[in-house]
């Protein structure tokens, strides 16, 4: 495999050299394409950075969004679980009025069987 710091010295190397020399004499077009090649070959780097710290900054944007919706979405199950706590007293309010009409229904329905029995007492045994 191609070995990029190799490359790179023979770049910086040879664009220096090329670079002392254009002053003093014309460049051939292999220098100039020697040339050619370390401008795009720094203009690559700083695209390289600029992605890079792009990323990084896109990164820590979406992280903090997140956080922003993660603490939003609590906020709203704890609105859901206020509402299902109000919701239980209301069954529980319910739940005590029927144990009262039922506890009534058991007295009443005792009460009646009483007032059979003595009927029934009252008709065939007296």
């Known amino acids: 495999m191609f070995n990029n710091s190799i490359f790179e010295t023979w770049l910086d190397k040879k664009s220096s050299e090329l670079i002392l020399r ?4 014309k460049l051939s077009s292999e220098d100039m394409m020697i040339l050619v090649l370390k401008a795009q070959s720094n203009h690559f780097e700083h695209l390289d ?3 890079r710290n792009d990323m990084k900054e896109l990164n820590s ?7 922003n919706i993660l603490r939003q979405m609590d906020k709203r199950f704890e609105q859901v ?3 299902f706590e109000q ?6 309010s319910v739940d ?8 009534f229904m058991k007295w009443q329905t005792g009460l009646g069987f009483a007032m059979l029995a003595g009927i029934y007492i009252k008709l065939f045994m007296g």
């Not at 254009?22 to 004499?25: R, T």
């Not at 944007?61 to 956080?67: E, G, V, Y």
């Open 22 to 25: 254009l002053d003093q004499e």
């Open 81 to 83: 679980d206020k509402r």
């Open 96 to 103: 005590k009025r029927f144990e009262h009409v039922y506890s």
């Open 87 to 92: 919701v239980d007293k209301r069954f529980e």
């Open 49 to 51: 950075s600029d992605l």
């Open 61 to 67: 944007s979406l992280q903090r969004d997140m956080q």
